[in-house]
């Protein structure tokens, strides 16, 4: 086959792909996938053949005018035919592009019998308690119960967030929405056990990740990584700057605790993601920050003087 086969094979694959939801995406692609490849055969052998058909021709008029000229006619028509064959280029076009819906109602409808393992992805059928992959625990509903609109009873693509007919938000979408907050909570409740010098995080943001990042000063160091935006960045700044932590003329936000300087360093948010960085530092103890001063001492002290006037 040549070069066109490689290109209508590609946007096969390429609807494939788009149309059907990670999770059952083997499975759809396994049932599709052969259809497609026979139909990607079917329209590019006939194509290729009407292709090689009017080459020859070609040859043949280096040969003979006459001959490449009625040649060339009969290629015409074996192009034609060829075209015919495939359904035309309209029909094969119009074939592509229903490729993909075809494969989201195909993944819809397997959903309605298979579960969707909550710790290692595998797919499984309806009737199985345990995955078979790794052992745990399946849910109860079916992935396709999961994306089964509550208030209007439509059935959806897994994966979707939203009820396509009526717009409401789907069982699957809460529960991804739940299992993630519930994630995110006990990873800031990990970093709050670990770095109880610093404030805990509570100003937004999602996909919470706090490691180990190896050690700096003799001392170890972590790493919040997660989705957020500026404006929670800036509003965690907030809380360092109350706690006491003083910035220095980089990113980094220290405060000097029990003798140990304790650092963060907050960068700008970069296309959604966030990373403070957590660390001991050395810094030289007369820049450590000053209390702050009282604004009414001034007044405070004016007063008092004239206080002991009056009592004189």
Do not use: H
């Not at 490689?6 to 059952?24: E, F, L």
């Not at 805990?200 to 180990?212: A, L, M, P």
């Not at 957020?228 to 405060?255: C, H, N, P, R």
């Not at 296309?271 to 001991?280: F, I, K, M, Q, R």
């Amino acid at each position: 086959m040549g070069l066109l086969k490689n290109v209508v094979g590609s946007a096969i694959n390429s609807g494939i792909s788009k149309g059907i939801s990670s999770a059952i995406g083997k499975a759809v692609e396994k049932a599709v996938a052969p259809a497609a490849e026979r139909m990607a055969n079917k329209g590019a052998e006939a194509i290729d053949s009407a292709t090689a058909e009017l080459d020859k021709s070609v040859k043949q008029t280096n040969a003979a005018l006459s001959e490449a000229s009625a040649a060339t006619a009969e290629a015409g028509a074996a192009t034609k035919e060829a075209v015919n064959a495939a359904g035309g280029f309209a029909g094969l076009e119009s074939a592509l592009a229903g490729l993909a819906s075809r494969a989201e109602s195909y993944a819809t409808a397997m959903s309605a019998s298979m579960k969707v393992c909550p710790k290692c992805g595998q797919p499984s059928q309806a009737d199985k308690e345990f995955c078979p992959n790794c052992g745990t625990k399946l849910p109860e509903k079916t992935l396709g119960q999961e994306y089964t609109c509550t208030k209007c009873g439509a059935a959806n693509t897994p994966g979707t967030k939203y009820c396509s007919k009526c717009g409401a938000i789907l069982p699957g979408a809460e529960a991804e929405i739940k299992a993630r907050q519930e994630k995110d909570n006990k990873v800031l409740d990990e970093m709050a056990a670990t770095l109880p010098q610093y404030p805990k995080w509570n100003c937004g943001g999602s996909e919470f990740e706090f490691e180990d990042a190896g050690g700096q000063n003799g001392q170890p160091s972590y790493s919040l990584r997660f989705k957020a935006t500026q404006q929670e960045v800036d509003a965690y700044v907030a809380l360092l700057l109350q706690a006491g932590f003083a910035k220095d003329a980089s990113y980094d936000y220290w405060k000097v605790i029990d003798g140990v300087c304790r650092t963060c360093n907050v960068g700008d948010v970069q296309d959604g993601e966030a990373n403070l960085y957590y660390y001991v530092s050395t810094i030289d103890k007369k820049n450590q920050p000053k209390p702050a001063e009282d604004p009414l001492a001034d007044l405070k002290g004016a007063a008092k003087g004239l206080f002991k006037k009056i009592l004189r």
